[in-house]
């Protein structure tokens, strides 16, 4: 965000322009800053977790029709459409977010919010998976 406000001084007091720029450029800025760190003579600490972060997301996640997380299961639309009576397909986030009344809005305020959804795939992120990125 720093970087964002002194490459961008004339929005740097746009709360809603700021995010969005920051939510659509962290990855390659994330990715540039541990590359830069790598190039140089000394690594200071940069992670191999880190380093995979900052590759970015992998589309190769093996994907399910249900999981069993914490003694639940949870299951896709799919599923639950075609094979069950009893809906668990359903999930709800409260999230800790911007929110703005229109787009003109530029006194946004930062709450939490719910969100309620389906679910429409299944995927997990193994050690195994994160090995073959790098």
Do not use: C
Request: glycine share 6%.
């Amino acid at each position: 965000m720093i970087h964002i406000k002194t490459t961008y001084p004339k929005f740097r007091k746009r709360t809603k322009w700021l995010q969005d720029k920051h939510n659509n450029t962290f990855i390659q800025w994330l990715h540039f800053k541990v590359q830069s760190e790598l190039n140089g003579e000394e690594h200071n600490g940069i992670s191999e977790k880190l380093r995979w972060l900052a590759a970015g997301p992998s589309m190769a996640v093996p994907s399910y029709r249900s999981h069993l997380i914490n003694g639940v299961k949870f299951n896709t639309k799919a599923q639950d459409h075609d094979m069950r009576t009893v809906q668990n397909s359903g999930v709800y986030l409260l999230a800790h977010t911007m929110q703005v009344a229109s787009a003109k809005d530029k006194n946004p305020i930062i709450s939490n919010m719910g969100f309620y959804g389906v679910i429409q795939e299944i995927g997990t992120l193994t050690t195994k998976s994160l090995e073959s990125q790098s």
